[in-house]
């Protein structure tokens, strides 16, 4: 049994969520995920970007009688120790392997798995809006040195214009989507999160990826972030880490706890992946320590309002043109 389905189970140690009313759908009855059995509707027009290392593929295109575009993500999944037992059962005459070449005791061979190993997850967004192509498209990158006084002229207003929609985050505090995911819950409304699998985790436990998500609506990214909320902070590290060892047994020691900067999302929220998977967005030029965010404020509680914090933009934001208006970003 995969650790996410592991999430549902009756004796969870967690303590128990609130018993909610999801009869409340958010989803539009014409929605492509009300009955997508396969991919045989699905038009590319596109290619957006193709991550040989990460093994993933993310298509444009469109759904056959559906209005818009879409974003379609394929990502090969890792193999995973807990189900090795299981192997075996695999290995049979009718999964053949076909030879490539031999050469003295070296042999390449092609394997052809059955399907529940060769799983391809898949992400679905319909309908994508340019912001998602955007985003999900290979482009250049450029780092921008961001101070605050660029942060309040330049980004900040970009960012109020510009953002994804929150809809998805709304929807898992207000407990209308995904609320079977939810691991762990404190319903605080000031110092309060919701604990889920992030949409990028496989729901096993050697590419662990959770989401903690706060209650409160007033905190964009870490850039809000003051001594004010080192009650918040503290409170989702220690209940987020002891919610994670009763579910799946890992010490805070085996977890990479972080924020990014910039997020793609602005309500603050939390990543908590096992240490040992190199997960998406872990690189030192977006990815911030949870402990070390907690010691900067309590050396200096305004230290996110007076700190230059470098980021990534990419070269189709609108924030990239707004930068080389304003002379922040000079390219050639
Ligand atoms: P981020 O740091 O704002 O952006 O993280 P990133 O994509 O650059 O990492 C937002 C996180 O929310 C990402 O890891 C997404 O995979 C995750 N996410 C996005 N959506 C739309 C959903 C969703 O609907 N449900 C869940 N559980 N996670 C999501």
Redesign the pocket.
Known sequence: MSALHSVDSAESPIPKRIKLDIDEKTTSEDSIHNDLNDLSSFNIKSVLSNNTNLKRLILRGTFDSKEGDAVVILQKTAFEEEDLASYKNHFTDTNPLEKTFQNDIYGDYKYFADKDLSVIKTTV?HPATEKHII?FSTQKLYIVDETPAIYKEVVLPQLTDESLHLQ??Y??IEHK??VE?IIFEDTDPDNGFVM?????WNGHINTL?L?AVINRRDIKSMRDLTGNHLELLRNIKKKGVEAIKAKFGLDESRLRIY??YH????HL?I?FGFLQHDA??ILTE?AHLLSQVINNIELLPDYYQKATIPFVVRENDVLCKKLQEHGVLNIS
């Open positions: 967004i985003k998805w985050v929807n898992i989507s995904e995911r889920l699998p992030d949409l990028k990826y989401l924020l990014h997020p793609s999302f602005y929220h990543h998406p967005g977006k």
